[in-house]
C-alpha cells in the first residue's frame, strides 16, 4: 500500500513515521523550500504525549524541550502582577507536560523518520482524481503520483482540502484574533526571561518574551482584529499592533525581522462534517484546527495521525479505516475545538474587568485542589481513545 502525504509539519511527519511502521509506502511532500525555522513554544501534553511515547519519540522530545518554571505576567516596568506555576501544572497533569519550540518538535519528527520514507520539498499537489481504487495526484512540476491513500496534512490553509472539499471560507471559523513568531538576539532581554515565560498583563493584545538554548530570545505576540485578512508587510503589521505597550516591547519590537523570518497568521478553528472523501483523508489542523486558543494543536496532531494510522492498520479496507478514524477522532477533536473557543477570553481579556479576574484566578490556583482545576479547564477533558490506540488498540466505544 501506498500513501502520499502532503505537509511535512507535526501531523504529517507524525503520519509517515507510523505508516512505515505498519508496511506502507510513504512519499511526503511540502510546498516549503525546506524545513520551517518560524514558530513559537507549544506545551505538549495530553494524547499527543501518550502517541509520541509509543511511537519512541520521548528521548529526542525531552532533550530538546525547555524548563519553564513559570509563565509571568508582567506591568510596563516588567514587575510580576500574576503567574501560572508550571511545575504545580504539570504535577496535576502526572508530569507529562513537555514545553517545546514548534520547529523542533518538527525536528525531531523528521529526523526519526525512516529511511524509506521519500521526502520531498519544494513540491505539492496541483490536481487530484479519484482513481479506480487509488488516487492520481498531478504535483506542481507535473508529475503524477498514484496512490491507495492520499492525505492533506498542510495546516489551517490546506491545498488538500480546497482541491477535493472546497473553498476555504466553507470550514474556516475566524476568531478575532492574529498572531506572530520571531526570534532575535539581544543578551540583557535574555537574561530578564531566562527560564520564565513572560508576558505582557495587557488587555486586547499581548507579546510574550522567552529565552532560548542558544541565547537568542522568542517573541510570541496575539493581538484582537476586526478582519482575517493578513497584512502585505508583516513586519510593519507586528510593530504597529504592539506599539505602545511597556517593559522591554519597544526593543523588542525594533529587533523584528524581515517578513520572510516571521511567523504570522490569523487565529482560527477548521470545522467540517466529514474529513475524509473516497481515498483522500486530511489529519491535524487541515481537518480539526482547533486554534492558538485551545493550545493543543501540535499533541492533537500527532495523536489524530497515531490513531489515523492505527485505523488503517487494523481495518479491512482503506474507506473502512478512514470510516473507523473519523468515528473516533471526532469527538476528542471537537470537545478541545470546544474548550477553545470557550478560553478566549481567559487567554487575552477584552477589558480591565476580565483582566483582574484572570489575575485572581492564577493567584488562586496557588492554594491546594484549585491548581488542579485550572489544570483541568486548560487541558480539557482527557482523550482516552488515543491512550487506546497508543497502547495498541483496546476497546471501542
Do not use: N
Not at 482503506?318 to 470557550?342: F, H, I, M, N, T
Request: with cysteine.
Amino acid at each position: 500500500m501506498k500513501a502520499v502525504i502532503c505537509g511535512a509539519g507535526i501531523a504529517g511527519l507524525a503520519l509517515a513515521h507510523r505508516l512505515d511502521a505498519l508496511g506502507w509506502d510513504v512519499v511526503v511532500l511540502e510546498k516549503a523550500p525546506g524545513p520551517r525555522t518560524q514558530g513559537y513554544m507549544v506545551d505538549f501534553f495530553g494524547p499527543g504525549y501518550d502517541a509520541a511515547e509509543a511511537m519512541g519519540l520521548m528521548p529526542a522530545l525531552k532533550e530538546l524541550a525547555y524548563r519553564i518554571d513559570e509563565a509571568s505576567f508582567v506591568d510596563d516596568h516588567g514587575h510580576r502582577r500574576a503567574g501560572l506555576d508550571y511545575a504545580r501544572f504539570s504535577r496535576a497533569i502526572g508530569g507529562r507536560l513537555l514545553s517545546i519550540m514548534r520547529p523542533d518538535l518538527e525536528q525531531a519528527l523528521r529526523e526519526a523518520l525512516p529511511a524509506a520514507v521519500d521526502l520531498r520539498f519544494g513540491t505539492g499537489p496541483a490536481g487530484i482524481e479519484e482513481a479506480p481504487a487509488g488516487v492520481r495526484v498531478t504535483l506542481v512540476d507535473g508529475t503524477v503520483e498514484q496512490a491507495d491513500l492520499l492525505v492533506g496534512a498542510d495546516g489551517v490553509h490546506s491545498t488538500v482540502r480546497r482541491l477535493v472539499f472546497g473553498d476555504e471560507a466553507s470550514y474556516l471559523q475566524y476568531r478575532g484574533f492574529h498572531t506572530a513568531a520571531y526570534v532575535f538576539d539581544d543578551a540583557e532581554i535574555f537574561e530578564q526571561v531566562r527560564g520564565r515565560f513572560c508576558l505582557t498583563d495587557t488587555v486586547d493584545r499581548q507579546m510574550g518574551l522567552y529565552g532560548l538554548h542558544d541565547g537568542r530570545v522568542a517573541a510570541f505576540g496575539v493581538h484582537r482584529a476586526e478582519s482575517g485578512e493578513l497584512p502585505r508587510d508583516v513586519r510593519e503589521a507586528v510593530r504597529h499592533a504592539y506599539q505602545g505597550l511597556g517593559w522591554v516591547v519597544p526593543r523588542a519590537l525594533q529587533e523584528c525581522p524581515p517578513p520572510s523570518e516571521v511567523y504570522y497568521d490569523q487565529v482560527a478553528q477548521i470545522v467540517m462534517d466529514r474529513w475524509s472523501s473516497g481515498r483522500t483523508v486530511l489529519v491535524g489542523d487541515a481537518a480539526y484546527a482547533v486554534s492558538l486558543l485551545a493550545g493543543q494543536g501540535a499533541s492533537l496532531g500527532v495523536a489524530g495521525a497515531y490513531v489515523l494510522a492505527e485505523e488503517l492498520g487494523r481495518a479491512s479496507s482503506v474507506e473502512c479505516g478512514l470510516a473507523s478514524y473519523e468515528e473516533r477522532w471526532r469527538p476528542v477533536a471537537e470537545e478541545k475545538q470546544k474548550s477553545g473557543r470557550a478560553a478566549a477570553e481567559w487567554f487575552l481579556p477584552g477589558s480591565t474587568s476580565r483582566l483582574r479576574v484572570r489575575r485572581a484566578a492564577m493567584r488562586l490556583s496557588g492554594f491546594p485542589g484549585v491548581g488542579r482545576l485550572v489544570a483541568r479547564s486548560l487541558s480539557g477533558k482527557p482523550a482516552v481513545l488515543a491512550r487506546e490506540a497508543a497502547a495498541g488498540g483496546g476497546g471501542r466505544p
